[in-house]
């Protein structure tokens, strides 16, 4: 046991040492946190739009002015004829056009029909589509507004609900995103690169020719990690929390429970990369490459794992991070408890043992 | 018997690294394992310290197999590897304290062991040891590997890259530590350093050229051996690689080590050759054999 405290000593001063490290442990998460949270972004909020009014009445005013006093857009520009439209978009700051025509008002007593044209910029092809979404929600409560003393006989009227974050803040999939991700990098890399750094700078041949136990060596590595992981999930959390309004639903204790197995999780695959890797170098591509790339693009945190084709669908099964975004969002935005996630939990359980065992089967108590 | 190694060999990918190496280190003994850089020291000391398993052959250390007993062979020797292998971003201090932990003893326990070295690097106790001196690295390694009171020390290449004087006093304490009953099986390039062993190994290309006390080696030499000097030493040389009754020529500090084939060989006719050849200021004098000639005889 004094062995053991000895050698986790011995990996705090090689932490605390380490600027670098300390930075990567500490100021990417925040960072990252922050990014997302605040920059990276698809919500609508006060999107520029510019209006082509060319019956200039009463009603189109009023359209014009409920879609303006919303707080998802503002009316920046009052473009004359559809020659300007072009020229509007390619300045880039407007992203949709409403065109109403001629007539509206007429057309629309006489007629009991007139139209509004939505063009939106679909360079950002996700922007484009929440926007004229809105849009039409838009229009359809003014409709029913000047609807409302007519009989109409048959009427189907769908009430959309968004369950879980009706105000469709980008933010609350991105926090568990930026966790999986953050803990991921930091325990896995972090290990694999102090793992092999031992056997670049050849203390690992003094610590082999030593009473200390390789398993030993290992648990010893990679306890500071858990320790420093966690503190890092308590920081995302307090984060999303205070600043991002990122409710948890569910019980926290569950919540730090399954984040201390994905550690580990995450972890056991970190000494698994240093078993195949003999440099920091190395161990740091690959952890880059073969952890973080399918982390972000095959754990449905950015792309929709439903959407993908199948060979990438069945690929994600292997990836350990869908499973812990699974089980985060379940928790934090539909407070679900075990009884719900435990299917996703021994997935993650079970592939931690896997790594556990291959990595001590791989690990060598010799140089060769 | 501290050491018995028999019939070791062993092959990397493409390179054969030891050839059926045989030998036995008493216990107390200092022994030295001399050869030039590629002959095999340190594949022999990884074998030893349990890090490679031999393709043939058997070894024992403080009487444990080093394959079946490599548990209790880690647990009884000090290992100082060629390259400075200790914490860089540690003290020290912290080092040796590191040591000490996972060896399952303290600093206090076994200072008398260590006290000679340490007092010396004491006074920087709490630098980082990656801002040491060669000299001083080397000292705190030592330490490191004796913290803990093993039976074997094994000491691969200590002094290279080590200023002369503290190579001096690197081989002082080896001595010092021998008095205390520790088995020490040290390797060097230096030929110089193999007078101060006990016995002494001569290796290269994975093969033992020949083991005995480093006085027995020196007068196993079968000929005798002559300074010679002249202004002009790189043609000095090549006139004698011309001269028919040679046997062995080679620069030796500010030298040529020669030898003649024949017993009855006469400086003055050699002299007289080499001022044929143009060479001025020629002295010719017998000297002492060192280890260092006789590795040049058993390697040709």
């Known amino acids: 046991m004094k062995r053991f405290i000895g050698f986790i000593k011995k990996e705090f001063y090689h932490i605390f040492r380490d600027r670098r490290s300390l930075f990567i442990l500490f100021g990417m998460p925040i960072a990252q946190i922050m990014l997302f949270g605040f920059a990276i972004t698809n919500e609508i909020n006060n999107v520029d739009i510019a209006i082509l009014d060319k019956s200039k009445d009463a009603t189109t005013k009023e359209i014009v002015n409920k879609i303006s006093s919303s707080k998802y857009f503002s009316n920046r520009e009052a473009i004359e004829n559809e020659a300007e439209i072009a020229s509007v978009f390619k300045k880039g700051k407007i992203k949709a056009i409403l065109i109403f025509e001629n007539d509206f008002n007429k057309k629309l007593i006489k007629e009991q029909r007139a139209t509004i044209q939505i063009i939106t910029d679909a360079t950002d092809p996700n922007t484009a589509n929440t926007i004229s979404n809105f849009i039409n929600s838009i229009l359809q409560k003014y409709q029913q507004e000047i609807n409302k003393d007519i009989k109409i006989v048959y009427q189907i009227i769908p009430q959309t609900q968004m369950a879980y974050n009706a105000e469709l803040k980008s933010v609350f999939m991105f926090v568990p995103g930026v966790m999986t991700i953050i803990l991921m990098l930091v325990s896995a890399m972090m290990t694999s690169i102090s793992i092999t750094k031992e056997k670049e700078l050849g203390t690992m041949e003094i610590l082999l020719v030593s009473p200390i136990r390789p398993f030993q060596v290992i648990i010893g590595k990679v306890f500071p990690y858990i320790f420093l992981s966690v503190i890092n999930a308590i920081v995302i959390i307090v984060l999303s929390i205070f600043i991002f309004k990122m409710p948890v639903r569910g019980s926290l204790f569950l919540l730090g429970a399954e984040s201390i197995l994905f550690i580990i999780n995450a972890l056991s695959l970190g000494i698994l990369i240093s078993t195949i890797s003999e440099t920091q170098q190395t161990a740091m591509m690959i952890s880059l490459m073969g952890l973080m790339l399918p982390v972000i693009l095959l754990s449905g945190f950015i792309f929709p794992i439903a959407s993908m084709p199948l060979p990438l669908q069945v690929i994600s099964n292997v990836i350990p991070a869908k499973w812990f975004i699974i089980i985060l969002k379940g928790i934090m935005l539909k407070g679900i408890g075990i009884t719900l996630v435990w299917k996703e939990t021994l997935i993650l359980l079970g592939m931690t043992v896997f790594f556990i065992a291959l990595s001590i089967k791989k690990y060598k108590i010799r140089l060769e | ?300």
């Open chain 2, 1 to 300: 018997m501290s050491i018995k190694i028999e019939h070791i060999s062993k092959s990397f990918e493409d390179v054969t690294a030891l050839k059926d190496i045989s030998f036995e280190v008493n216990e107390g003994e200092l022994f030295g394992l001399i050869g030039p850089d590629g002959a095999g020291k340190t594949t022999l000391f990884r074998i030893l310290t349990t890090l490679l398993i031999a393709d043939n052959g058997s070894a024992t250390v403080a009487g444990y197999d080093a394959v079946n007993n490599y548990k209790d062979i880690r647990n009884h020797v000090g290992y100082m590897p060629g390259r400075f292998s200790l914490y860089q971003d540690l003290t020290v201090e912290e080092n040796l304290e590191f040591f000490a932990t996972i060896f399952g003893t303290t600093i206090e326990e076994n200072y008398d062991l260590i006290k000679d070295i340490y007092v010396q690097i004491e006074p920087f106790k709490k630098r980082r040891a990656g801002k040491l001196s060669g000299g001083m690295k080397q000292k705190l390694a030592l330490s490191c590997a004796l913290i803990h009171k093993p039976k074997v020390l094994f000491l691969d290449e200590p002094t290279t890259g080590v200023d002369p004087v503290s190579r001096k006093e690197f081989w002082e304490m080896l001595k010092r530590l021998q008095q205390k009953g520790i088995t020490i099986l040290v390797s060097t390039p230096y030929m110089d350093e193999a007078a101060l062993c006990d016995r002494i190994a001569l290796i290269q290309d994975g093969k033992i050229l020949e083991i005995d006390t480093p006085q027995e080696i020196v007068k196993h030499y079968p000929k005798k051996i002559y300074d010679i000097k002249a202004d002009k030493m790189y043609e000095l040389i090549l006139s004698l690689n011309t001269y028919e009754h040679n046997h062995s020529v080679y620069p030796f500090g500010e030298f040529v080590h020669y030898t003649d084939q024949r017993d009855d060989f006469n400086p003055t006719e050699l002299i007289q050759f080499l001022e044929d050849k143009g060479l001025e200021n020629i002295s010719i004098q017998p000297t002492e054999v060192t280890i260092e000639d006789t590795f040049m005889e058993l390697a040709r």
